[in-house]
């Protein structure tokens, strides 16, 4: 069996936007002493999608408040133009969305370039083929598992094929890159979410409902997800 085939380590990654804005730096602190992974910032520019949570100064001033590393999902038009902002303001994971630039190829070897590591997504509509040809440019492949924009829809099962086809593709090509879903993520999909070959975690509205709390919630996810690996790889 390639080595490209093993299981990849399951990574927990919180999102910010479902946390309290009044208290950002706090909440960082929390998710991060509650056992997250690493911490994932949703940036909109209110066009690729209809709304404005953050910018890069706002990043930047709890860049302290963890050691976490911090991903940024950039779900804004032309990312290229805004990009080392949010290299600067710490964060060693980029994430752009293929839909959003025409140059990205060129979008994602910028991103290397300022110094941070490359990751590409994709919303739901679009298919494993649009990013294909940059596959060996990246770390992390997100699929997108709602209609990006706000926290709290629900998974679209529909997109684990799509997960399940591209986990076989980069294992074909023997590449090193982690497959992320972000939307809807909770204890009731996350299996199915790892079973088509996901590892990487994004949690927003779940995470923070968990009325045991968020360390119980991390660990909770992380149980479900550990498992599944296991089972699939039996499988
Ligand atoms: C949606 C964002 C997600 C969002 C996830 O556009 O990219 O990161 O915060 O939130 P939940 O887990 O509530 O679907
Ligand atoms: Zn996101």
Known sequence: MPAA????????SPSILASDFSKLGEECRRLTDAGADRLHWDVMDGQFVPNLPLGPDVIAACRNASDLPFEVHLMVNTPEVLLRNYVDAGCELVT??????????????????????????????????????????????????????????SYLASQEPKVAELRRRIIVRGLDVDIEVDGGIAPGTIAAATG?????????SALFRDPLGLEHAIDDLRTRATAAQAGADAA
């Open 96 to 153: 752009v969305h293929a839909e959003s630039t025409v140059h990205l190829h060129r979008c994602l070897t910028e991103i290397t370039a300022a110094g941070a590591r490359a990751a590409v997504t994709i919303v739901p509509s679009t298919p494993i083929s649009a990013i294909e040809h940059v596959l060996d440019l990246v770390e992390m492949v997100l699929i997108m598992t709602v209609n990006p924009g706000f926290g709290g829809q």
């Open 5 to 12: 085939s093993a299981p990849r380590p399951v990574q927990i």
């Open 196 to 204: 088509a070959g996901a590892n990487v975690f994004v949690s927003g």
